[in-house]
């Protein structure tokens, strides 16, 4: 069956910097676009950034631009989220979702705190 | 970006009720939409896609409606297992975007 495993999340000092992974298990990552998606404490989900099924094609969301990078490693089954310029508001559970539109299955989520 | 607002943000019910969520969108977004159930410490879970469409697994008490602008998420008869929080969220435009959520509780 389908899924997904996030890890690296942490805490971080503002202005830190985190990579977060995605191993992907139960489907081939290379047939579909991968998102990141938030979730603050109390909040619904945000989209983060897609990344197309050959990696050659990012979008992201205007508050992550500059500061996260999407790649993945599809034959490592893998998919990342570079984070850098880390900020209090950055602070929630990221999840990686199967999907660029609407994301049928998500990983478990891991915890990024973001405090001094 | 498009704004998705869904009423009541609290539903208070029993079993065997019937509940209906709405979910508006700050422009029309055809039917492009899609609903989530999450359960507290899980992630989301994906229930219907193309603002009507099943996902394969989901059962059938749960149905989804509507175009353009505004969408409804109905259960026929709330089951034990169905007490959670529903998010909408639009992929007619990025970013796409989801909604607070509906909170269903227990009466």
């Known amino acids: 069956q389908v899924q997904l495993v996030e890890s690296g999340g942490g805490q971080v000092k503002p202005g830190g910097s985190l990579r977060l992974s995605c191993a992907a298990s139960g489907f081939t990552i290379s047939d579909y676009y991968m998102s990141w998606i938030r979730q603050a404490p109390g909040k619904g989900p945000e989209w983060l950034s897609y990344i197309s099924n050959t990696g050659k094609n990012t979008y992201d969301v205007e508050s992550v631009k500059g500061r996260f990078t999407i790649s993945r490693d599809n034959a490592k089954n893998s998919l990342f989220l570079q984070m850098s310029s880390l900020r209090v508001e950055d602070t929630a559970v990221y999840y990686c979702?199967?999907?660029?539109?609407?994301?049928?299955?998500w990983g478990q989520g891991i915890l990024v705190t973001v405090s001094s | 970006d498009i704004q998705m607002t869904q009423s009541p943000s609290t539903l208070s019910a029993s079993v065997g009720d019937r509940v209906t969520i709405t979910c508006r969108a700050s422009q029309s977004i055809g039917s492009w939409l899609a609903w989530y159930q999450q359960s507290p410490g899980e992630a989301p879970k994906f229930l219907i896609y193309k603002a009507s469409t099943l996902q394969n697994g989901v059962p059938s008490r749960f149905s989804g409606s509507g175009s353009g602008t505004e969408f409804t998420l109905t259960i026929s008869s709330l089951q034990p297992d169905d007490f959670a929080t529903y998010y909408c969220q639009q992929y007619n435009n990025y970013p796409v975007t989801f909604g607070q959520g509906t909170k269903v509780e227990i009466k």
């Open positions: 979702a199967k999907g660029g539109s609407y994301f049928d299955y």
